[in-house]
T-cell receptor, first 113, second 114 residues
Framework: GQNIDQPTEMTATEGAIVQINCTYQ??????LFWYQQHAGEAPTFLSY????GLEEKGRFSSFLSRSKGYSYLLLKELQMKDSASYLC??????????????FGKGTKLSVKP | EPEVTQTPSHQVTQMGQEVILRCVPI?????FYWYRQILGQKVEFLVS????????KSEIFDDQFSVERPDGSNFTLKIRSTKLEDSAMYFC????????????FGQGTRLTVV
């Protein structure tokens, strides 16, 4: 079966660091993605991991451990505009296609002053 | 910056009516997708399309749904006979060639079935 788990909500303070965890169990694996989604808007791409380790991109970093089925998104120097839902998504691999994304329910992050 | 565009942004339709949601993917992308998100719930995969045919579809994508790429730029989702539970935000996405590229999402069409 397919299962992607992440916390429902988190709260953090402006300027701080927050880590959002994601665990997954899927029938195939061809990469893990993190998307940001503001209320009523489309998901926007943040990061991608297909190999184990840390990928850094400015204030955002993402980590993957395939053996543990685990990823996290690290947000540094939080800003008020970072208040959004953060979606963990796994791309499964079917034959020659790129494979669709299986999304978690998202973690709603609230950044307080 | 290239983007995926969707029209209309909002659509209200009566139950049982047909609706067509339209998308213009990023021009050099090869893979196209439809996802939906019921209010307050997670984003769910509906269908993927590559080389002018469906490559994968989910259990949600039943006989009421169809997709088409009628010309070189548009990608459409048709719902033949809408039900109340089809009310959702529908996102079109596209990704480029190669195995390791992200999907870019359009702004979505909010469909309300009354």
């Amino acid at each position: 079966g397919q299962n992607i788990d992440q916390p429902t909500e988190m709260t953090a303070t402006e300027g701080a660091i927050v880590q959002i965890n994601c665990t997954y169990q899927t029938s195939g694996f061809n990469g893990l993605f993190w998307y940001q989604q503001h209320a009523g808007e489309a998901p926007t791409f943040l990061s991608y991991n297909v190999l184990d380790g840390l990928e850094e991109k400015g204030r955002f970093s993402s980590f993957l451990s395939r053996s543990k089925g685990y990823s996290y998104l690290l947000l540094k120097e939080l800003q008020m505009k970072d208040s959004a839902s953060y979606l963990c998504a796994v791309r499964e691999n079917y034959g020659g296609s790129q494979g669709n994304l299986i999304f978690g329910k998202g973690t709603k992050l609230s950044v307080k002053p | 910056e290239p983007e995926v565009t969707q029209t209309p942004s909002h659509q209200v339709t009566q139950m049982g009516q047909e609706v067509i949601l339209r998308c213009v993917p990023i021009s050099n992308h090869l893979y196209f997708y439809w996802y939906r998100q019921i209010l307050g719930q997670k984003v769910e995969f509906l269908v993927s399309f590559y080389n002018n045919e469906i490559s994968e579809k989910s259990e949600i994508f039943d006989d009421q749904f169809s997709v088409e790429r009628p010309d070189g730029s548009n990608f459409t989702l048709k719902i033949r006979s809408t039900k109340l539970e089809d009310s959702a935000m529908y996102f079109c996405a596209s990704s480029g060639g190669g195995r390791n590229t992200e999907a870019f999402f359009g702004q979505g069409t909010r469909l309300t079935v009354v």
